[in-house]
């Protein structure tokens, strides 16, 4: 007796081109699920971690020198100074002192001037 194998349990194949040898490979249900890449914008700072914000030291359309702190994000009994990128101008400030954060929220923008 043939058991009918439904549509979205079917094996995929694709092509893998490797010095211009082509396999046949599958592809793994992690590897379908997966995130896709996206691009780190060098002005943009977000949450690495879920933490609190214990301190900020800019306000929106300050202007900041490359190095200088913006806000202190603690984490795991840590303290993280999240210093700016480049010089620039303050361009959006999206948290307060005190405010929980969960990992990859926007904390400060800078525009370079």
Request: aromatic fraction near 6%; avoid cysteine; glycine fraction near 6%.
């Amino acid at each position: 007796m043939k058991k009918e194998i439904p549509a979205d349990k079917k094996i995929k194949f694709e092509n893998l081109i490797i010095d211009n040898i082509k396999y046949k490979t599958t592809l793994t249900q992690k590897y379908i699920n997966r995130k896709p890449y996206h691009e780190i914008v060098p002005g943009i700072m977000t949450a690495f971690i879920p933490g609190t914000i214990t301190e900020v030291f800019v306000k929106e359309g300050q202007k900041v020198a490359e190095g200088d702190p913006l806000v202190v994000l603690e984490a795991m009994k840590m303290l993280n100074e999240i210093k700016a990128p480049f010089d620039g101008e303050v361009k959006q400030l999206a948290v307060v002192s005190g405010q929980r954060v969960s990992k990859n929220q926007l904390l400060v923008e800078v525009v370079s001037s």
